[in-house]
């Protein structure tokens, strides 16, 4: 089967099978927020997503497409954590088999709930090892469908759906922020801003030790990297989908990065200001459009700016962690 | 000025005066949370108001009704925190001088935030000094209008439109929990609640050691209790206001208790599961009603059930060092 490159349109069909599954989440905001960048700021807040993050979105449309056979059969999935628990619950509500195959360091709490929506669970080592080789195995001995984390249309649509409630919720934006890992949230998300908004400008955020979306999108060609060692756990992809990096080529206006330091002051802004668990990896957006208001490398003043909080599947204990390490440092 | 107990007309009018001021705050839900209940449970998420509390409704509510020589002169307040910068802000915004009467063992958070508001902030010592002798000196010697906490028609009909939120959101409940300090939030939800649900069983929920209206509630009358010493730094009141004493007795099914404990167990449940920064006062609701689907004291089965996070004002590295306390203990 040949996967092609989703449109919007794929984007509105995944909404109409989210309807009664995914909640519609809210669109919070924040005169500090607004204060910082000097615009409008929504967030859109996808860890007050079913299972803490925007990742149900996509898992569940793709599932949700299985015919009769693959649904008997059931469901693989490779995942540093939010995918997994995502496929796990949306395979549980469609009533099918799942089996997750997770890197050993992935967070206690994400494990731990993939096997709570009664999911198998199989480990891997991160680094060491590769889970889209043992994903493919596990699929032909057992006849399971693979659903990749991000490069796969369905699930790109599905998490597109995220970005076209917020501009529903709010009209028409200047700038979206989003995180990115392999480009399935920022994918979807360009679909969806670029049709319901065409004008705004569209930043997808890395994490600096893990830029190989930056470098590909600067080259024009996939570039592939190390597993970064980032606390942003969800996105320590290696290489862009080959169905996502074009829709970012085409839609995004660039790629950015924000620091681990960045991603846990932003954290704590989250925490303190907003009330608000966030994880790393959901604090992306925010933590560069925060650094691009402070350095004035992005004209955000008076500007209507997006931003998508990816996730909030943080232990407490890793949470408490990273934000006492700023004890003293103003947020 | 003789001060009458409110009523839900009073409550529609401070809806009217706060929009496009208070957030219109969202109704979250929580699978986890409904399995925990055995119900459907919707929680008001108040700790994502302005200032990070109900608070603001009543004392913005308060404050503009203000006439021309009483918004020259000023307001006056004494207050464990939130009501302080509710009070603070809603000065700022409405363009008034504000003096806040503070207990020094406050939450440095909230004085922080009520001196960022532009208050001036005045601390007394909480277990030696009477706040509200020192709000009436101030008042009577600068011409301030002194806005009480809790025991005010204004401020009881501003908390009062969170509630009819609530319902207006979600539709008639079958119970309704909320925080119980002196009585503002609880006395103003009694008069949407009932106008709104009217077949709906209210209970209010003290902290365990300072159950002073569990104790006025039961024999009929107001109890004056010591300063409790408890987590829940926002409902450390000593006595039931004189107004809203007699909606609670009209209109509450009973009072309820939780312990500390109980508290730092439900914030972090909200923490976990919510993504949400519930500071202890907020999670009265919740673990009350935990603990009566626990013991069974309430039939909460298959009931519609509306909880109140009053709000999300706690330090970080308070809230980190009460969630460790539980470490290995199953939330």
């Known amino acids: ?90 395979a549980r509500i469609l009533g099918m088999p799942a089996v997750i195959v997770m890197p050993s360091d992935a967070p206690p709490l994400k494990i731990a709930a993939t096997r709570g929506y009664g999911a198998q669970v199989v480990l891997y080592d991160r680094y060491t090892e590769d889970r889209e080789a043992i994903g493919k195995r596990l699929a032909s001995e057992r006849g399971l469908t693979l659903i990749p984390p991000y490069d796969h249309p369905d699930v790109i649509a599905g998490q597109g759906t995220a970005a076209k409630e917020l501009v529903e919720q709010v009209g028409p934006l200047d700038y979206f922020f989003g995180c990115l890992g392999g480009g399935g949230l920022m994918g979807g998300s360009c679909l969806a801003v670029k049709a319901l908004s065409p004008d705004c400008r569209i930043y997808g955020v890395e994490p600096e030790a893990g830029n190989d979306v930056q470098q590909s999108f600067r080259i024009g060609k996939p570039v592939r990297i190390e597993v970064p060692k ?29 620091t681990d330091q960045q991603l846990i002051e932003a954290m704590h802004f989250f925490a303190e200001r907003m009330k608000l668990i966030v994880e790393p990896t959901g604090a992306l957006g925010f933590a560069a459009a925060r650094h691009a208001a402070a350095t004035g490398s992005l004209p955000l003043k008076g500007k209507r700016i997006g931003i998508l909080i990816s996730g909030g599947n943080v232990d407490m204990s890793t949470f408490c962690r990273l934000i006492s390490s700023l004890d003293g440092t103003p947020s």
Chains 1, 2 share one sequence.
């Open 1 to 90: 089967m040949t996967l092609n490159v989703p449109t919007y349109a794929d984007v509105q069909a995944a909404a109409q099978r989210l309807k009664g599954h995914a909640h519609l989440t809210p669109v919070l905001r924040s005169r500090f927020a607004d204060e910082m960048l000097g615009g409008e700021v929504f967030f859109k807040a996808e860890n007050l997503q079913r299972m803490g993050a925007f990742k149900f979105r996509g898992a569940f449309n793709a599932l949700s497409r299985f015919d009769a056979a693959q649904r008997e059969r059931g469901v693989v999935a490779f995942s540093s954590g939010n995918h997994a628990q995502a496929v796990a619950l949306s």
């Open 230 to 258: 980032t606390i942003a756990d969800g996105a320590q992809t290696q290489l862009v989908g080959t169905l996502t990096f074009p829709i970012l080529q085409r839609d995004a206006s660039d790629i950015l990065t924000a």
